[in-house]
């Protein structure tokens, strides 16, 4: 009996199956999971709830964007959440100032723009720093992780800055269509971010680097720039991610704005079958994970599980679907 | 070891390799790349399992399973690469594994102690507390010689120990084995410079294509004998052409590269080279005679300690192969699975790797025209694949190997560098791609290759230039390019004062 | 025949800056140590040195356990929440004395290094990853137990003694950190694991190969790193009376920036227990001085400015490279700090 199984599992058929469940198994999950949704819990299917979850994925989504192309050349950025808390600082000063309050609209228009250029400049210098002495990017970006809160503390003194300012919070709070701003923001960097990794130069060079860095260099790849440039993208998402944030939240506070963020995003990016190596990437994929992460969350909470245990349940989730790549890989 | 058989995959790696070694014997193994010595040795200390043949030991068969039982059974191994702890101090890397103590605590000063003594031994005074990675290779090849004794190691198996050390500290090193011959433990010393193992091994075992060739004591052989074993030559006989080169061009264009008095970290020590538009110029020498490194600095990848190179009649200083590539350069290497192939990336993105900025508008890629490139040059060079997307890692090694000659080749480069460009290919696509090299040096192009298959030197080369030990010794012109002329340079290398030749150009 | 690579033409400069190097970290440390006692009233003031240790006790514990891990190659991230479950567990133990609470928490820590270690050992996830992943676990678990609140610790049974008690007049916690990292260097200088563990993030490979037990090695340390934390987080529970369920973010980068401020290596293979406790020191002195600033009014700098500050520390540090006189110096000297990959430098 034993073998006849054994012999089933071994056949074509079944190898072609568990061949097409593992390379989908992200889209798979998450098929599972809205059946689950559907069936069991309340309320699941409504637009409310579609909103709710998207809107609380959004964030990590964007800075999850970046995360993913900095992971696809076999690098790491910790800092984006210190970059999300500089960014959600500096706005409200920006418009909350002198300068600001006489010039409404360029005061908002320049509370846009600053934060996130100051951002990017941040992760330049990650990019700049890691190339430049040859470190870890773990331990390059530990040093904005540590000090970039700092300095957004420093900044606001580490208080809360509460405003009301609806032409800044139309970053945050607007509906164009009905659909929360963010999540719009959040697809059309998924798909800018897509695209720009499959037709352009910039994004295959970005996969060459991790997938053979010695081989792209010797092809005539410019490999430090190619960091470089992850690495200021992944800070301009940061700082994006850092408006919307506090934009919601009408509040900037620099200690708590982005906490956390950096391991929600890894956490995205590696269930989402992006490989930690580097080399390969997939926006869609990180996309993809952080909505299980969310949905695994939202499930437990409406099923009445505690939201702590879903934090256990995330751990688990996180390590198994690492497992699981690596296994895919091997064979 | 007799009738020893492994196959890795179904590819015959060794067999019928024999070895054969007495107490207190120090025996060299020499034999060219994929000769099959370092399969011979891995299965010897247990990193293989032989595929059939019988290993005897002090009298007694043996089958190893692992190095470390190897090790215990008295067979010690040192690698090229020194496998030990670079941060750790002397004595450590000696016992680690094997610890003194005293009450349950680490009895350094006895480990440090014995450590000193055995350095003793081999004449090696150092401060044994100090890390490894202090001292210079020549002193950690000692250690780890130590650290086999202190195993009581009975046989130690050297491979490449001269190749980082200067003449002072091979000396040393001699000595030390001398010393290990007169306790009676016997060496097996791999290495490709002759002139070493004559200074020190008693008998020869040379291994070509599997096999082991020829078994002697040294001073019944001489070096042209050993490298025409090594090389599969007959001094005397002139070969019928057997590649697709067909003779040579013959005409030279403007100069594409001049490279004088190259000086390259430990390796290479004076070398020259040029190459002219239309020509095959041959680059020949042993492994480990510095040719990857000399191409290597002129592609920007390494660039050169001292020397002056000129690429297309200028000046030029490459620090980065970018460099060289907008010069018209390009480069493909010798071991594509490091440096060449991208694995999880498809053939087509593998083949317009460096070509990829001028597929480029605004940023993004052309991929109509990409894949027009693509098709054209799997149908060109004969690349089986199920298409180009297929992932390039699921490739043979030969038809891998073309798409990275494809990736230079559609960049229509003026030099290109080829470092074994037909290794690991079959014979009928070696043909097929020497014809092509040969066609596009018709048509202009200035190729430098590298190879250690001599018939691709002597056959398609319109000029060659002999290495040996990281100097130039030979510069041969087309007539003087025949198979004695060159294996005399490679064997006898320093025992020439300056070329055989100067070649000029008609 | 004796020879090194450093025996050609060193001047007394070179030397003193491979000294300084060497000990960089101490000499820092000496050197704030200095600037606080001469800028500050009170600095070296038995209260002011009494409450720096008695705070910072915690961290070097789970810097020491972090410390380990690092040397291995690997890393632990899951050291705060870790400490903030023990904290939760042996509260809710408190009531039945201070073994009991104390093992509890210990038992926590046993627990989540079993996990991590498995993880990395059997299942070969990357260190990053599975301890990401026990960190949130831990969390989790702690959160659940507290009912996310905090938990009161129990004042009758003597629990509290062991953060808030004094022992000759020295803090408690500060005893025990003291002890554990006596006990950490006998292990890395004295004992054969202790050598494993350099092996092995020195260069595992190599290790393997020369017999050593790599997996368990590795393993172990997981464990120990995990204990550690848990007796940090018993301390913190007993210090300030209460379990901590939300506790303990940011004590692994803290423990990470200690570690790699005192000199050990992030890619493992080097380091040392006395200057892990001298980065612990450094850091949390900044803190300290930063205090001291404020109160003396000169300037206003917020307390935020440590951040920046241990992020300064942390680039100046590995700018200047592993522990070798040269990053030092070619940092005082501004020229191009280049590390080829055989380390071979002019």
Known sequence: MLEAVKSYAASPQMQGLSKFLRKYATSVALVLLLIFNFAVTPHFATMQTLNVNLTQVATIVIVAVGMTLVIATGGIDLSVGSLMAISGALAPLIFLSHFGKTNLALGVALAFVVPVVVAGLFGLFNGWFITRFRVQPIVGTLILFIAGRGIGQVLTNGNLQPFKNPSFQVIGLSRPFGIPVQVIIMVILVVVAAWMLRRTLFGRQILAVGGNEKAARLSGIPVAWVKRGVYAISGLCAGVAGLVVVAINSSSDANLVGLGMELDAIAAVAVGGTLLSGGQATIVGSLLGALIIQLLRYTMLANGVPDAAALVVKGAIIAIAVWMQRRNVAT | MSGIRKSFSGVPALSDAELSIGRGEVHALVGQNGAGKSTMIKILTGAYTKGAGKIEFEGKPIEFASPQEAQRGGISPIYQEINLIPFRSVAENIFLGREYRRNGLLDWRRMNGEAVELLRRFSVEVDVRRPLMDFSTAIQQMVAIARAVSFRARLVIMDEPTSSLDEREVAVLFDVIRQLKREGVSVIFISHRLDELYAVCDRVTVMRDGRTVTTSAMADVNKLQLVAAMLGRDLAAVRERSTGFGGPSGHAGEELLDAKGLQIGRRVRNANVTVRAGQIVGLAGLLGSGRTEIARAIFGADPPDAGTIRLMGKPASPREPSEAITLGVGFCTEDRKIEGIVPEMSVRENLTLALLPRLTRGGVIDEARQREIVDRFIKRLGIKTSGPEQRIRELSGGNQQKVLLARWLCMDPKLLILDEPTRGIDVGAKAEIQSLIKELADQGLGVLMISSELEEIIEGADRVFVLSDGRTVADLARDQVNEPRVMAAMAHGDDVAEPTSVATDA | ?346
């Not at chain 3, 704030?32 to 705070?55: H, K, P, W």
């Not at chain 3, 050992?121 to 702690?142: D, E, H, N, Q, V």
């Not at chain 3, 942390?314 to 000297?333: C, E, H, I, N």
Request: some cysteine; hydrophobic content about 55%; overall charge neutral.
């Open chain 3, 1 to 346: 025949m004796s020879d090194t690579r450093i025996a050609h033409g060193e001047s007394p400069l070179d030397r003193l800056f491979a000294l300084l190097g060497r000990h960089r970290v101490l000499v820092a440390l000496a050197l704030l140590l200095l600037f606080g006692a001469l800028r500050y009233d009170n600095f070296l003031g038995l209260f002011n040195i009494l409450t720096v240790l008695r705070y910072n006790s915690m961290f070097a514990l789970t810097a020491l356990g972090m410390c380990f891990v690092i040397m291995t190659g690997g890393i632990d991230l899951s050291v705060g929440t870790t400490a903030a479950l023990a904290s939760v567990v042996s509260a809710i133990l408190s009531p039945m004395g201070m073994i009991p609470g104390t093992l509890g928490g210990l038992g926590v820590g046993l627990a989540v290094g079993v996990i991590n270690g498995f993880m990395v050992t059997k299942l070969r996830i990357l260190p990053f990853i599975a301890t990401l992943a026990g960190m949130l676990m831990a969390s989790g678990t702690a959160l659940l137990l507290a009912n996310n609140e905090t938990v009161s610790v129990s004042y009758e049974s003597g629990f509290t003694g062991l953060g808030q008690g004094d022992f000759l007049a020295i803090p408690a916690p500060a005893w025990i950190a003291l002890a554990a990292y006596i006990y950490g260097s006998v292990l890395l200088n004295f004992t054969a694991f202790g050598r494993h563990v350099l092996a092995v993030g020195g260069n595992e490979e190599a290790a393997r190969l020369m017999g050593l037990p790599a997996n368990r090695v590795k393993f172990l340390v997981y464990v120990q790193s995990s204990v550690f934390a848990s007796l940090a987080g018993v301390i913190l529970a007993s210090q300030f009376g209460a379990g901590q369920p939300a506790e303990g973010v940011g004590w692994e980068l803290f423990s990470i920036a200690a570690v790699v401020v005192g000199g050990t290596l992030l890619t493992g293979g080097v380091g040392s227990v006395a200057t892990t406790l001298a980065g612990v020191l450094l850091l949390g002195l900044i803190f300290n001085v930063l205090n001291f600033e404020n109160g003396m009014g000169w300037i206003s700098l917020s307390a935020y400015w440590q951040s920046v500050v241990r992020g300064v520390f942390l680039m100046v540090v590995v700018m200047a490279g592993p522990g070798t006189g040269k990053g030092l110096r070619r940092l005082a000297m501004g020229t191009k700090a280049t590390v080829g990959p055989d380390g071979d430098e002019p």
